[in-house]
């Protein structure tokens, strides 16, 4: 039996290959580095806005501007106004998102969306969504309103409280509240006084999220890499043999 010469490999400069390396691999380095620079200021935002919510009161906080997810503690009382946000669903089953004023000792009044209840079994009945009375601290975060879609329903206002809305624009809430800010407040979780379910998505990308997104662009980049210096050995034979004459 007459054994099977291996052929080395040698290097072979393949130019299509490298000028598609050269583009796209500064390209991936960039981006995982865009992200990791993101990562630090959403970081450095989220210890701000934490101090802040700590050593400003709710007027101040108010008067800063209230930036979405930003978090937020507010002492006071709720109210006798309550928005029942409908066709809202969780695990399949209908149900409502209950918004109701809330009075801080200080500032300005605010809603607060106090998460979802269940619906009863048929549409002319509402939930009881009468808030807990006393002086509470509330802790959530800021969020939008429910402003309502391109295509909307009936928007006859309702009488009587709670009232069922397809949804809330700022301008309706503040008919009945008019001191009311241009955000409402929702709760942090359904531990908090007045709570229903609370199992909101988080309202803004924190920097573990940018640290993923980084550490998926460079694995990407060394991927090429790799896959660039492997393909650019090649196996001599007789071609390259005829080629040097």
Known sequence: MTEV???????QLNWQLMVFSGAFLPLLVCLGI???????????????????????GWPE??????????PVTVTGLFGEHSWLLDNRTRDGRAGYEVLTDFYPLQGPPVLVNRGWIAAPRTRDELPDV?????????????????????????STPAEGWPRRVQALP?????????????????????????????????DLMGPQTHYGYATQWFALALVLAILTVVASYR????????DNG
């Open 61 to 70: 906080q108010v008067a800063s501007g209230l930036d979405n997810g930003r």
């Open 5 to 11: 010469k291996k052929r080395p490999r040698k290097w």
């Open 130 to 154: 009468f808030p807990p009375e006393g002086i509470f601290s509330l802790t959530g975060r800021i969020s939008p309103y429910p402003e309502p879609p391109v295509l909307s329903g009936d």
């Open 170 to 202: 700022v301008s309706v809430a503040r008919a009945e509240i008019a001191q009311l800010p241009s955000a409402v407040i929702r709760l942090q979780d359904g531990d908090e006084p007045g709570a229903y379910r609370a199992d909101w998505k988080p």
């Open 235 to 242: 196996k001599t034979g007789s071609n390259d043999d005829n």
């Open 34 to 56: 865009w992200q990791l620079n993101r990562a630090e200021e959403k970081q450095i935002l989220l210890e701000q806005w934490q101090q802040e919510a700590q050593n400003l």
